[in-house]
């Protein structure tokens, strides 16, 4: 079992679940994920901030740090027993600075909006489920818990989430990514394959010598787009529309005078509910083996890489209603339902068996050179957690 922290009693005249003072906190902790930019600084000294607030609330906290410097922290409000637990999960990693204009540690509030880095990506989501799980609880503990999951590496490769589920579960759980106060249900995957056509190294004088790797190549290329042309019109998923694939990196060569003995091509494919890493191995070999057999000399050697299931909620489910009739009532109209191009922690959620779906603030910029959160979004988001936690935990 993960370490345990007993709880301490919140100081006098503290507040309940505030989100705005507590996102110019978590603004202010660098926490870039050296997974992308070497050097970063990690998620400690975030995770620090987030056990100290939540501690002086009154959790029981639980960091995970297999990756030194890499930790994940788990706050759980014990219920009294009978009531359903509810997860609530956000990322505490940010990407790297770049060119940010101004300083991305100083959080700015102007024109209704805070500014800084991670802001909108998503510490504007952190604070919001922290301070509402903070609020849901601060006149006693509900029936179910409240786990408050904030993790490590959801930018990179999502070791936190993958940690947290080894050891915590819940019967429903809400992510808090931006989602510009819609609700998502609905996410795409992907999976990074490794394709080396092989060719034979000779002498530039040699043609009779030498096969030619990166002109083999070529003949995957025009391939690989004839496949995104037919993916693009499949019509896809209800939500989601198509998958889609494309040649994300290329390499091979040795010198102008030199036929190239290799050439790797690294393909990215996005995938949608239905697809799976193994669907696309399939796609891929069923190219390749089709011109190995028609084209002279073209061989190849195809390596699976990292890959993560796409996403779909059941927007029937006990927590999809409790949230969506909370959503209602707070933006006084029905929520615009979304599906996410992108990949999420939701998967690997679902994938553990726990119901799930997505909802976050509004704002912009993300991974961008100026990043804000709107603010009252910020409120609304915290506003409608807690009055899920409240219904659903009861």
Not at 118 to 146: C, E, I, Q, S
Not at 188 to 199: M, N, P, R, S
Not at 211 to 223: E, N, P, Q
Request: hydrophobic residues 45%; aromatic residues 6%; proline residues 7%.
């Amino acid at each position: 079992m993960p370490p345990v922290v007993p709880p301490v009693v919140p100081p006098a005249g503290s507040s309940a679940g505030d989100p705005l003072p507590l996102l110019e906190r978590l603004i202010a902790a660098d926490s870039v994920n050296p997974d992308l930019a070497p050097g970063g600084a990690g998620e400690s000294a975030v995770a620090e901030l987030c056990a100290e607030w939540l501690g002086e609330r009154g959790f029981e906290l639980h960091r995970l740090e297999r990756r030194p410097g890499r930790p994940s922290l788990v706050a759980v409000a014990r219920g009294t027993g009978g009531g359903r637990s509810l997860m609530l999960n956000g990322h505490l990693d940010t990407v790297a600075y770049g060119t940010y204009d101004g300083d991305p540690l100083t959080p700015r509030v102007q024109d209704g909006r805070i500014h800084g880095r991670g802001a909108f990506d998503m510490k504007g989501g952190v604070a919001a489920m922290m301070a509402a799980a903070a609020r849901a609880t601060a006149a006693g503990p509900l029936r179910g818990d409240v786990i408050v999951a904030c993790v490590a590496d959801e930018e990179h490769a999502s070791f936190g989430t993958e940690e947290v589920l080894e050891r915590f579960t819940a019967d429903a759980a809400i992510v808090t990514e931006p989602s510009l106060l819609e609700v998502t249900l609905a996410h795409k995957g992907f999976a990074w394959f490794e394709i080396d056509v092989l060719g034979l190294a000779a002498h530039g004088s040699r043609p009779d010598l030498g096969v030619d790797a990166i002109a083999k190549a070529g003949h995957f290329l025009v391939a690989l787009e004839e496949l995104g042309l037919r993916l693009a019109a499949s019509g896809g998923h209800r939500l989601l529309g198509p998958g889609t694939v494309h040649a994300s990196l290329i390499e091979g060569g040795e010198g102008p005078s030199t036929y190239p003995a290799h050439c790797r091509i690294t393909v990215e494919r996005r995938t949608v509910p239905g697809e799976s890493a193994e669907t696309v191995r399939a796609e891929l070999a069923e190219i390749l083996d089709r011109l190995a057999a028609t084209v002279p000399d073209f061989r190849y050697e195809l390596r699976g890489g990292l890959h993560r299931d796409p996403f779909e909620a059941d927007q029937e489910s006990p927590i999809a209603r409790v949230l969506l009739r909370h959503v209602e009532r707070a933006l006084g109209r029905p929520p615009v339902i979304r599906a996410e191009p992108f990949w999420t922690d939701c998967a690997l959620l679902a994938r553990a068996g726990i119901p799930c779906l997505l909802f976050g603030v509004d704002g912009g910029g993300a991974h961008a050179d100026t990043e804000w959160a709107d603010i009252a979004s910020v409120e609304l988001v915290t506003d409608v957690l807690a009055a899920t936690i409240a219904e659903f935990c009861a």
